[in-house]
């Protein structure tokens, strides 16, 4: 059987046993506080909850699933073993309120054993029997099921059940809520089957567990009981990777002479067919006998199955909207992806490599799940831009790590800071940032940066400090994993509480700057507010009564109503204002919010009173909600352009909708350019220009057309609205809206920006703020062509010749300040002096920059050599120094680095180099002449 033979079949058999057979959810998982979705019940918890109802009493599916990072992380066992995976499909039936035990462990048993043939006899059942402090009962029912059926096989059950206590057998979602005892399916795959069951959740490669039922039968307490659940559900996963890998690796169980191997399935094949051809190199599944230390086969089978695991997982999670980023799951795949170009590189495969896995990936998974074809371009571009990416940065990082092996090892020779500064004097222009070279009398003291950078004290370095991890990780991208795996190579451990430390300080100051204001109601919480403000006849003098006033911690007052056409900031949309009428006052309601009961909050200007039951009359201010509409349904418009300008996988990361202007974030892997953003704008004013109606409605949440978008980390309950806009702009959402798109007017896109790495941010006006920004942009480009004395329509080309004039200018002045420069050189050797038997030449050069001091040191090099040449100049405010040594000189202890930057401190400045070649700035010129003076000082 292939892989795809497995899954089918798999289907196909739940299908003919009534269950209805639905797609894969994403990997961007509905509860916000998972990284991915990671189990087969993820999309079905809220069913689970009763939170939803089950459109299905029965159903069956394969799903997608990512363990990496969080609770559940595989991610540093990939590659070492046969079965571990960060991406996989877990194969599952589901029952809700419907069968139960019986019919779960008896079509288990059909399946594996009568459609797939699995050995009867190497199969084994875990059953749940509590220890001391677990919860819940012994599963007599489970255990009665089990037992008749394998006397009903001739075989002994004594042997073939397994007991398990809550860690292995008794499932919870949480502290709290639906939970119960489960059965796995192990099989043995030892040579001879004759195990015993002794391996049963022993860790053992040999012995698997293949199927996990379930059964959901109570509903945990706070006060900790555990209460039969009035409906009871099944819950089943199957390791689909493992069953296929199993069926490969015994050849249908026809060969127990080999490992079992998750990557021995098909489901690899392709992949590893092209690894082998970009690296000349083949499979061997091998595995590591001692995992800190593998031979080179062993590696190089480590490499294949790391590579062929992290591909399907990037494939998967972009295809699903998730791109790798800086944070949360964007973080967690860009940590995947760069450990698999790290592991690449050991196979010697050439930057690039990674993304020519996407073909075979895809077409292996594509057929199954649709969305890895269509979004192909895209998984390709994101896949590419990343490991190029990091490939810059690689190559820097890792210059810097075995530069501190380097220096190391040089240390370990010495033993002392001082004898490890004097040999290791070149300290790389790169790190200027972090190796603080002091200076006293023009010699070193210290090298204070590769002091506290590097070294653990004055010891001769035996880990990697947590300061050099942190610098790879916030500079160059390191992962500390991949820190991990480079020290471990050189035998070094590294110092994770002070990377860590480091990781705190910098969260600190991230959480500094930002200013929040939490604001916290007092008052006694109550019914949800009745929100009647769809409807534009109750926004005038709404009558309703007031239930109470609450005060918050800061002092404001806000008024509570039975019923409001006030909205309540929520989804993006900023709350709205109005007043309300008391007969003897009107007083101004400066905005609206929610409390955790759903209560409006009319926040109240003024000291006005208010008495429970009183009649009042609520006006919105209408002019301004009609402004917060438009750029609400502006802000679906340009989702919606988004997706058709640059592909499915847009999806809204945030959104701010207010009366003047509207800001809408996307997850997106790189900035859009100026042909993008004019084809944005043409989509969406093409639109408006239609004029199609605004149509809302309610639905069950199950009966949702397919083609809705939902936002990430929203709740739903039973009941959604819908905005739909043409047709063609479908989306769930609680917002307000105009009634039809030509209302808004016209929409500007204004900027386009970063605000994290995959996350984009549009800001847009419409209506009227949109006509503003065409009039100032017309009377601008009426300006510009007045200037130009040409028509607007002639400005452009009129700017471009202009603009290339000014090039050649510069380029001109530019070379005439280049030739001043060498003619004022030529003229300076007469002021050459000779200091302790070196010729040296320290002259100042006024009205020369940092490049003409390079062109007019060029040649004095050649006409003085051997010398010390120091170049000085000022220009704007600035200090220039250009220092040269020739060898001869170096051999009598002149250092062009440290010259150049103890003269360009006397400047207020600093700056360093080479022992040959050096440039240093400062920003007090009056100062210039007197450093001048002190080289003789310094030299002597």
Known sequence: MTSNDVRQSFLDFFAAKGHHIVPSAPLLPSSPNLLFTNAGMNPFVPYFLGERDAPHPRVADTQKCI?????????????????????????????????????????????????????????????????????????????????NLFEKEGLDPAERIVFGNKKDNFWMMGDTGPCGPCS????????????????????????????????????????????????????????????????????????????????????????????????????????????????????????????????????????????????????????????????????????????????PTLGNLGGTFSELRKNEDIIRKVIAAEEAAFDRTLDQGMKMFLDFINFRERENEMHRIDQAAAIYPDCPEEYANLMVVEYENGATEELRGLKSLWIEGNKPASKVSGSLA?????????????????????????????????????????????????????????????????????????????????????????????????????????GDRGQVDAGRTVTRLLDCVKDASDRHLHRIEGD????????????????????????????????WALRETLGDHVRQAGSFVGPDRLRFDFNHFEALGADQLQEIERLVNEQLFADQPVITFETAFEDKPDDVIAVFGEKYGNTVRVVDIGGWSKELCGGTHVERVGEIGQIRLVAESSISAGVRRIEAVCGSPAREVTAREHALLSRIAGSLSVKPEEAPARLDTL??????????????????????????????????????????????????????????????????????????????FNVSVAEACQASGVHAGKLAGALAKQCGGGGGGKADRAQAGGKDPAKLDDALATIGDLLG
């Open 67 to 147: 363990r990496a990072g969080g609770k559940h992380n595989d991610l540093d066992d990939v590659g070492y073993d046969t079965y571990h995976q960060t991406f996989f499909e877990m194969l599952g039936n589901w029952s809700f309120g419907d069968y139960f035990k019986a019919e779960a462990i008896e079509w288990a048993w059909e399946l594996l054993t009568t459609v797939w043939g699995f050995p009867k006899n190497r199969l084994y059942a875990s059953v749940y029997k509590p220890g001391e402090g677990d919860p819940a009962e012994f599963d007599q029912e489970a255990y009665d099921l089990w037992k």
């Open 470 to 574: 942190f610098t790879l990780y916030d500079t160059y991208g390191f992962p500390l994993d991949l820190t991990d795996i480079i020290a471990r190579e050189h035998g070094l451990a590294v110092d994770h509480a002070a990377f860590e430390d480091a990781m705190a300080d910098q969260r600190q100051r991230a959480r500094d700057a930002q200013k929040k204001s939490v604001i916290t109601v007092a008052g006694d919480e109550g019914d949800a507010t009745e929100f009647i403000g769809f409807d534009p006849a109750n926004w005038t003098r709404h009558a309703t009564r007031v239930v109470t006033v609450v005060e918050a911690n800061d002092g404001k007052r806000f008024l509570v109503t039975e019923s409001t056409p006030f909205y309540a900031e929520m989804g993006g949309q900023i």
């Open 803 to 880: 603009l290339a004039k000014v090039r050649d200018l510069e380029k001109e002045l530019k070379d005439l300040k280049s030739a001043a420069a060498r003619g004022k050189a030529a003229d300076l050797t007469s002021q050459v002096q000779d200091i302790n038997g070196m010729k040296v030449l320290a002259a100042r050069l006024d009205g020369v920059d940092a490049n003409g001091l390079r062109e007019a040191m060029d040649g004095l090099r050649v006409q003085l050599d051997p010398a010390v040449i120091v170049l000085a100049g000022s220009e704007d405010g600035k200090v220039f």
């Open 184 to 359: 796995e399916i192990h099989i043995d795959l030892t040579p001879n089957g004759d195990s015993g069951g002794k391996l049963v959740n022993a860790d053992s490669p040999w012995c698997i567990e293949i199927w996990n039922l379930v059964f959901m039968q109570y509903n945990a307490t706070e006060d900790g009981r555990f209460v039969p659940l009035a409906a009871k559900h099944v819950d089943t996963g199957m390791g689909f990777e493992r069953v296929a890998g199993i069926l490969a690796t015994t050849q249908n169980f026809t060969d127990f002479s080999k490992p079992p191997s998750n990557y021995n399935a098909d489901l690899f094949h392709g992949i590893f067919a092209v690894i082998e051809e970009l690296s000349g190199l083949s499979y061997g599944a091998t595995l590591p006998v001692d995992p800190s230390k593998p031979t080179p086969e062993e590696e190089r089978d480590i490499v294949f199955r790391v590579l062929g695991d992290h591909i399907r997982t990037l494939c998967c999670a972009i295809a699903d909207g998730i791109l790798p980023g800086n944070e949360g799951r964007n973080y967690v795949l860009r940590r995947i992806l760069r450990r698999a170009v790290m592991y690449g590189r050991r196979l010697n495969l050439k930057p690039g490599f990674f993304a020519e896995l996407v073909v």
């Open 608 to 639: 006005t009173a208010f008495e429970p039951g009183q009649e009042v009359f609520l006006s919105l201010d209408i002019p301004r909600r009609r402004d917060i509409q438009r750029h609400h349904s502006a802000t679906h418009i340009l989702n």
